[in-house]
């Protein structure tokens, strides 16, 4: 068997990692030039989710190595006013770790890496009786058993294969950065929302090094062109965003850095679909926004359950169905979480019906 999988973000290595481990030719292709291209975040939160997916595909030495790295935070979710009067505790079970996303990135790469060719963007597809052909705007054509889209929230795989599968903006924005550790003293949890007026919102969670630090808007309440904007910029943006709040989430926004904004999108859930020799995981088919803390998690989990259901032998399709009849249901019911909690606690726009 051969797999074509599209994609090397986290799920698509984990994907790749698990099927070598089980002796599954697999061929990886990213439209990047090179894995450092992009900034995709920092911290990570992996749950017990995304912790026994990890545990699944990944060697044993590796993973041993890997998970040394983490950082274990407190398991709750913290909600604190702009001066820092707390406000609301929920309490989480399980195992939780903070963990840097291009530590994970490496750790997988170690595995895959001569599996993987960059600079390739996929243009199309076309599937056949006994394989699927996959072409690439180099002029490529690769042939498989199997193709995975595994590229993320604009997937070109999912383009062609699901044309109605929608993805909408959630009306909020998000800069990303970081800040020393050291000013997180008293937020070491899963995560930390500290919630002003207008949904203006600072998120804190350490890991072992540093600590995330975000500042979430509504966008019609941010300039246009953050793109465009330097780092002082976007900091005096935020200090003026957040003008009376605790001298010590001033501090944070005096000392945060490599800020870049992100649009926040999520999926829209559709029915199941009629299983081929095309999947999808992850992003490119259940992306969210980040209010529940599951994207990376479910992604690493349908990697895991994908290399299981491949590997397991018997026909192709009803594997293929089995895996994505969970992937599905679990995937788009955190879709629905995630934007529950999200209009909850960041204003986020209600799902479309």
């Not at 089980?22 to 975040?41: F, K, N, T, W």
């Not at 505790?89 to 996303?101: A, K, N, P, Y």
Request: net charge negative.
């Amino acid at each position: 068997m051969k797999v074509i999988v599209t994609g090397a973000g986290l799920g698509g290595l984990a994907l790749a990692t698990g099927l070598r481990g089980a002796d599954i030719d697999v061929a990886l292709y990213e439209r990047d030039q090179s894995p450092l291209v992009r900034r995709q975040g920092y911290r990570l939160h992996l749950s017990d989710v995304g912790i026994d997916a990890l545990t699944s595909v990944m060697p044993p030495e590796r993973r041993a190595a890997f998970f040394a790295t983490a950082h274990i935070p407190s398991p709750r979710f913290v909600r604190f006013d702009p001066m820092l009067e707390e406000f609301e505790v929920l309490e989480h079970g399980g195992l939780h770790l903070s963990i840097d996303r291009q530590t994970l990135r490496d750790a997988l790469l170690g595995e895959v890496a001569e599996t993987i060719t960059y600079g390739m963007r996929l243009t199309g597809f076309e599937v056949e009786a006994d394989h699927v052909a996959a072409r690439f705007d180099d002029g490529t054509t690769v042939t498989g058993d199997v193709l995975v889209g595994a590229d993320g929230i604009n997937s070109a795989v999912r383009r062609q294969y699901l044309p109605h599968a929608r993805i909408v903006g959630t009306g909020l924005v998000q800069l990303y950065g970081k800040i020393p550790v050291e000013l997180a003293e008293g937020m070491d949890n899963v995560f930390t929302a500290i919630i002003g007026p207008g949904h203006r919102i600072v998120g804190v969670a350490p890991t072992r090094d540093y600590a995330t630090c975000s500042f979430g808007a509504r966008a019609e309440d941010l300039p246009p062109g953050l793109h465009t904007m330097t780092q002082n910029q976007l900091r005096a943006l935020v200090m003026d965003m957040t003008d009376g709040w605790h001298p010590l989430v001033r501090r944070m926004i005096a000392q945060w850095h490599e800020v870049f904004p992100l649009e926040l999108r999520t999926s829209v859930p559709i029915p199941p679909w009629r299983t081929t020799q095309v999947t999808l995981l992850g992003d490119a088919i259940h992306a969210m926004s980040p209010a529940a803390g599951a994207g990376a998690n479910l992604a690493l989990r349908d990697a895991a359950a994908l290399t299981a259901a491949l590997a397991h032998g018997g026909p192709l399709v009803p594997a293929l169905r089995s895996y994505e009849q969970e992937m599905i249901d679990s995937g788009f019911a955190a879709v629905r979480i995630s934007a529950a909690n999200g209009a909850r606690v960041l204003g986020q726009d209600p799902l479309p019906g």
